[in-house]
């Protein structure tokens, strides 16, 4: 039996040239990057080109703006912990206020709820049904002692893209000196994203949602934007993430995005078509089933869809078993039994969010994947659904 995986947005398999090359920074350059002999030298050059490189991926400013971490999560954080602490540290009597959608991931969500936890005021954004951010109740939240927003590029559990364009500047024309952060983890190898049409003040990347190594990430941060670091120790990335950087990670992620820069206009094309044609056979052949996010704006790579009468995580034990990963609500979150935020904050009934499931394609999917994924998809479905007839 084969195995099909549509997990993409958990994570994607590496690229085989992405791993030969992470191969060869671990073979031949073992170097320390802060040592100041040959092989320091040699592993620090590396990692210089790798940030010049991802800097014109995005279309930074300078390479400089680039600060490498360990994953999105350590991104995230330092982005936002790091505003708010510079924060309290200029301004020690005026207690700094955030403000993040409902959707955002919980790397966004819990390191909200750490800062509450240290006295910062959170204001949290709701979305339509359709995962729209509510844009009114946004504008209406920028207060004098709004630090930072944080608003993601795309969801990683339905694939809704948020205007990034339209909220940042209607953020920026309410209050100029506002951070905006936004969370591209879902978006950098699925959409174009450019720096010089959306000058947001910080982003965060994840090195495995693009077929490069896991455990690497990055964060770009705008020129003259001051945040505090949250590592403390030595002094490598600017004095913002102390530790010795993981070479063979950051060499993954500069190779993957220069496969990516090659790919992906005919990369795009094909996995939105596949996306597009898997959405159609699903609501074809199975009845009563349920498109959840954005019909239109999402990720073509992402189906997120509810069966009724169906639990999920039956559903998708049975898809195991037929050789299909998918995964329901967010994958870092499994194994947790609580409905997802996401999907609840769409204002889905329980019954709907119960039954969802998320399949995401990527690179390496195929039309006969995807073709096998439909029969043994309504299989399922119809099988569990017998059981409760
Ligand atoms: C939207 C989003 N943000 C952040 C993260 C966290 O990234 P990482 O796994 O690199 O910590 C994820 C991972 O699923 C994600 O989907």
Redesign the pocket.
């Known amino acids: 039996m084969p195995r099909i995986y549509l997990d993409y947005?958990?994570t994607t398999p590496l690229d085989p040239m992405v791993l030969e090359e992470a191969a060869s920074a671990l073979k031949n350059y073992q170097g320390n990057p802060s040592s100041v002999y040959e092989e320091g030298r040699a592993a620090r050059i590396l990692i210089e080109d790798s940030r010049e490189f991802i800097k014109s991926f995005i279309n930074a400013g300078t390479s400089g703006e680039i600060i490498f971490t360990s994953?999105?999560?350590?991104s995230?954080n330092l982005a936002i912990i790091g505003a708010v602490y510079a924060y309290m540290r200029n301004n020690t009597k005026k207690t700094p206020h955030i403000i993040a959608s409902r959707v955002e991931?919980h790397?966004v969500l819990n390191t909200f709820k750490f800062l509450e936890s240290l006295g910062v005021e959170t204001t949290y954004v709701g979305v339509s049904e359709f995962g729209e951010l509510l844009m009114d109740d946004l504008i209406s939240s920028i207060k004098e002692n709004t630090v930072l927003v944080s608003i993601?590029g795309a969801n990683?559990e339905t694939g809704t893209i948020f205007p990034l364009k339209q909220i940042f500047e209607e953020v920026k024309k309410i209050k100029d000196d506002v951070l905006f952060h936004s969370?591209l983890?879902?978006i950098i190898g699925k959409s174009c994203f450019s720096l010089k049409d959306i000058p947001l003040d910080l982003c965060?990347f994840?090195g495995?949602?693009f077929y490069a190594l896991k455990g690497c990430?990055a964060l770009y941060i705008k020129k003259g934007v001051n945040i505090d670091p949250i590592i403390h120790g030595g002094h490598q990335e600017r004095g913002l993430r102390a530790g010795t950087e993981n070479i063979a990670g950051i060499v993954s992620m500069s190779k993957s995005l220069n496969i990516l820069k090659n790919l992906m206009n005919e990369e795009l094309n094909r996995i939105n078509a596949l996306g597009g044609a898997f959405l159609d056979k699903l609501f074809y052949g199975i009845e009563g089933i349920r498109l959840n996010g954005h019909p239109v704006n999402r990720l073509k790579n992402t189906v997120n869809v509810s069966f009724d009468g169906v639990k999920s995580e039956t559903l998708l034990f049975n898809l195991d078993l037929y050789g299909i990963s998918a995964s329901a609500g967010?994958?870092?979150n499994a194994g947790a039994v609580s409905l997802s935020h996401v999907l609840r904050a769409h204002g889905y009934d329980s019954n709907r969010i119960e039954s969802a499931i998320r399949f995401s394609i990527g690179r390496f999917t195929t039309g006969d994947d995807l073709d096998y994924a439909v029969s043994a998809i309504k299989k399922g479905v119809l099988k569990l659904r017998a059981v409760h007839d």
């Open positions: 947005n958990a994953s999105g999560s350590e995230i991931h790397a993601m990683n969370d983890v879902q965060s994840s495995h949602k990430g967010s994958a870092c």
